[in-house]
């Protein structure tokens, strides 16, 4: 195929992508193409713009019992009640801290700003009553300065890695993929994502990507992929690992 | 949050619900799609795309997920979070004007329109169109793409914003 072929195919296969209808075999065609034609959300945006524009004619109504559980959801932590007298001076500070604390909480609600990775695996650790912390340690002498740890939540299914001394990447050429193993759901691992690290960073804090539901997982393995990762790692180059 | 729940909760139950089918699962799913909408809405840009373009993007690729889990096929990426890019404060969206995107759809083949209304906004599945329509399911497949590639092409031609007819590279 010339490269207008491939290109028309791969437009065709795009299309495929936006609208779910892709089997396996052309999922891996796409994933091929893909990497010589790049991919953007800009399809997937007209999809949703079409869908959107047709539905909103005449949408269905969110359920008030669901929409009453999604505003509790997102709904701020009540504050607690003033009970007694209130002592100014040694106080001060924790009054400043907490006003900033309703601030950020204001903030989320108003929909104008997410908190960042850390903030949200720090809240992960807090709220989160069987998040579980392990160590990742290195999987090569390449990498024997790797540190870290994941904080991961099966209920939520969220988690965290926090990164240090990990070599940078340069995404054209290599990107860091993260797996998930949890034998009780199947012998293949979980993609947990692609990630970079950036040149000169300290500790970095990554969310988890987890494609697939997580039920119990017992490691957690970094590798060093093509750009984009892969479906199947060979691990040919294994980074760190974090063991229950 | 509790804005964007009232001013977006018809649209995502309305994705969710005509994909999913089960009510349960249904509920769960507009929960996780709320939550991503929650964590990535740092990455709003209404010069790109309109507000509910962006949350349609997010609920349709979750239910897609949803769809492709139970069939055991790898899944979407979710969106990055860009939680350190503050999102402007809720303005109507200007990328994709309404009136421009009904003027395309209308420009599309009477055939191509049917498929779409099938599939978008019923939330019929290819094969259901299939049966629905009579057409064989290889055509339907190959129909709804190319009408999705022809719509893009018509709204290039009318000037709108978004980078909607890439070209290959030289």
Known sequence: MNVEDRWTRFEELDAGRVLGDLDAAELAEWQ?????????????????????????????????????RLKREFAPTPSSKSTGKIVIGPWL??????????LLVVSRLNFSQTPTAEQRRSLLVEKSADSRRLPFAPASDSYAAAQGEVVWSDSRQEGYMTLSNIPANDPARRQYQLWIVDPSRDEIPVDGGVFDIPAGSGPVVIPIQAKLAVKNPAAFVITLEQPGGVVKSKQEVVVALAKS | MEACIEAHGGLVWSIVLKRVR???????LTQEIFT??????????????SESGFVAMIAR?????????????????SLPDKADFPAPVE???????????????????????????????????HSEIAESTGLPLGSVKTRLRRGLLEARALLGRLGERLNLNPGPPP
């Not at chain 1, 713009?49 to 019992?65: D, G």
């Not at chain 1, 500070?93 to 309703?102: F, T």
């Not at chain 2, 492709?68 to 899944?75: A, C, H």
């Not at chain 2, 109507?92 to 599939?119: I, N, Q, V, Y």
């Open chain 2, 61 to 77: 690729r979750r239910a897609i997920d949803w769809s492709r889990r139970q069939q055991r096929l790898p899944e979407m990426e």
């Open chain 2, 91 to 125: 303005t109507p969206g200007h990328a994709m004007d309404r009136d421009s995107l009904w003027k395309a759809l209308e420009s599309l083949p009477d055939e191509t329109r049917r498929l779409f209304t099938l599939h978008f906004e019923q939330g019929l599945t």
């Open chain 2, 22 to 28: 089960d009510r349960s699962a249904a509920e769960d």
């Open chain 1, 93 to 102: 500070g924790w009054a400043v801290a907490a006003c900033l604390l309703g």
């Open chain 1, 32 to 68: 091929e193409l893909s990497r010589d034609f790049g991919s953007d959300d800009a399809l997937d945006q007209l999809a949703a713009e079409v869908e959107a524009v047709m539905i909103l004619e005449k949408p269905l109504v969110l359920p008030p019992a669901v929409a009453a």
């Open chain 2, 36 to 49: 991503e909408i929650w964590k990535t809405s740092g990455r709003y840009d209404p010069s790109i795309a």
